[in-house]
């Protein structure tokens, strides 16, 4: 059999097969979109080889007409790619990834179950590792030494002998070949192949086992998924996907104009001046969304040259910047906006503007805070010329 050779690629992908249905696990959805510790398993593994710094591509190969994987891959990361090339069968989905993947014949490729999501990336590197470093090798697999007594036993139960553990291995993933030789090992046909050494072992090549945590656990049956949460929640701390934003603005006080805050009618003798309906309180919550975000600011999306937002609600303004921020997986998480003004006394409209601010932003007014201060009669604001807003917003996404 082919051996590795020093002068051959040393480029490594992961290949992760997710087309399954999951029957064992009896849920209504695939296993591995199933939520471990808060996340879709799919996910968590793939978050895991990530970690992994020398894989170069990872491919997620899914069946062609998955629902699923869309709202799950937003959160990947470049290095991961979507492949609807899945098949019936784990072996189906490898080789047709492989062959979608276009990967080079002596490319290493990692191929990992979907529904191991502890792995850990230092097991990753260890087998990568050794199996490049081993001439005499085509591959190797992740695996757990048995540490149990094992017991043969008949079709009723009764136990036939104790079997030898020395040497018995639980096989695990990933497991490491080079792409070639393992479209071929496949390719010769499926029959009693249960993972990819198998295969490659019919084939006659020579697979090593690299040994790996026993808390690699494969997701298989209903309560597993409590288990691996437990173990990631030891190995790994989660880093939620949160976004802070703040924004400011200003607006002078003239005659003649309705005073708009919050998208809330305040009766006063003036109002704020501006090429839009100039509601400070809403630009400066606009703003601070738009900065969470990091999708640029309020002129750059409503420009006070187009006269297209002359007189402008600024309530549509900031529902088209939702539309923006949600089309990107972000929901707000909270809002605390502080209004600047001497007068008039803001509070007997303060529950309406939370409400109507929180509906914008498509949060119950708990999650909203409104606050008015006066500037103590200092400056321009103090000389009610005019008022002033600022916005602190939290973004998140799963
Ligand atoms: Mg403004």
């Known amino acids: 059999m082919t051996t590795a050779s020093e002068n051959r690629s040393g480029r490594i992908f992961a290949l992760i097969p997710a087309a399954g249905v999951g029957k064992r696990m009896g849920a209504g959805i695939p296993k591995q979109y199933m939520p471990v510790a808060g996340k879709p398993m799919l996910a968590r ?30 959160n990947f990361g470049d290095r991961v790619a979507v492949l609807r090339a899945g098949g019936a069968e784990r072996a189906d989905s490898v080789l047709g990834g492989l062959a979608a993947a276009e990967l080079p014949e002596d490319a290493w490729v990692l191929v990992h179950d979907a529904a191991r999501p502890c792995v850990r990336p ?62 071929r090992a496949l390719g010769a046909g499926l029959e009693g192949i249960t993972d990819e050494a198998s295969a490659m072992e019919r084939a006659g090549a020579v697979v090593r086992v690299i040994p790996c945590g026993a808390d690699n656990i494969k997701v298989t049956r209903p309560g597993d998924e409590r288990l691996a949460q437990l173990i990631l929640g030891e190995n790994t701390m989660a880093i939620p996907d949160i976004r802070v934003g703040q924004g400011y603005d200003s ?77 990107r997986g972000w929901t707000v998480v909270n809002l605390d906006a502080t209004v600047i003004c001497e007068r008039p006394k803001l509070g007997p409209l303060k529950a309406e503007i939370r409400e109507n601010v929180a509906r914008l932003l498509g949060v119950t007014p708990d999650r909203v805070a409104i ?19 600022q916005a602190a917003v939290l973004l998140a996404r799963g």
Do not use: C, Y
């Open 371 to 389: 606050k008015a201060k006066t500037n103590e009669r200092m400056d321009a604001v103090g000389r009610e010329e005019g008022m002033m807003a």
């Open 122 to 183: 230092e097991d990753v590197d260890r087998l990568i590792d050794a199996v490049t470093a081993d001439a005499g090798a085509a591959g190797g697999i992740l695996a757990v030494p048995v540490a149990d007594t094992v017991k043969l036993a008949d079709a009723e139960g009764r136990i036939v002998r104790t079997v030898p553990r020395e040497g018995l291995w639980r096989a695990a993933t990933p497991q490491l070949f080079r792409a070639g030789e393992l479209a």
């Open 45 to 74: 593994t793939v978050a895991a080889l990530s970690a992994v710094a020398r894989i170069e591509r990872i491919f997620v190969v899914v069946s062609a007409g998955d629902p699923f994987i869309d709202g799950v891959a937003r």
């Open 251 to 327: 607006h002078r006080l003239v005659e003649g104009r309705p005073l708009i805050l919050g998208g809330v009618r305040v009766p006063f003798e003036r109002g704020l001046d501006g090429h839009s309906d100039a509601d400070v309180l809403l630009h400066a919550v606009t703003d601070a969304v738009l900065g969470a975000a990091s999708l640029g600011d309020i002129g750059t999306h409503f420009p006070p040259s187009d006269p297209k937002w002359k007189g402008a609600d600024s309530g549509r303004l900031l529902s088209a910047v939702m539309d923006l921020v949600r089309a």
